[in-house]
């Protein structure tokens, strides 16, 4: 059983930054692929960043590619998004997630976070 925490969402103007992060409690962290969905109002659910256990594989939509970036820090049981040049469009609900799949790019959640809201004014 995993259990995960989301902070660090906010509101910031277009072309800002933010830093979200997940804390997940447990001591198999490490066992797990984590990532990051999103969901806008009125949109599905979309699947935007992962990262293997090791952080050797790592998947990135091309919505966010080039522009968000995902580290993991195991020792923390943490795992962080930094988010760059935002534009309004990234406005959603933030959600972390632990999983597994064989490559970050085929990820299946498991367990999931409460979510964080991340606002991006034009």
């Known amino acids: 059983q995993v259990q995960l925490v989301e902070s660090g969402g906010g509101l910031v103007q277009a072309g800002g930054s933010l830093r979200l992060s997940c804390a997940a409690s447990?001591?198999?962290?490490?066992?797990?692929?984590m990532g990051w969905f999103r969901q806008a109002p009125g949109k599905e659910r979309e699947f935007i960043v992962a990262?293997?256990?090791?952080?050797?594989?790592?998947y990135y939509a091309d919505s966010v590619k080039g522009r968000f970036t995902i580290s993991r820090d195991n020792a923390k049981n943490t795992v962080y998004l930094q988010l760059n040049s935002l534009k309004p469009e990234d406005t959603a609900v933030y959600y972390c997630?632990?999983?597994?799949?064989?490559?970050?790019?085929?990820?299946?959640?498991?367990?999931w976070g409460q979510g964080t809201q991340v606002t991006v004014s034009s």
């Open positions: 447990g001591r198999t962290f490490t066992r797990y692929t």
């Open positions: 997630a632990a999983g597994g799949g064989m490559t970050a790019a085929t990820m299946t959640a498991v367990y």
């Open positions: 990262i293997s256990w090791s952080g050797g594989s790592t």
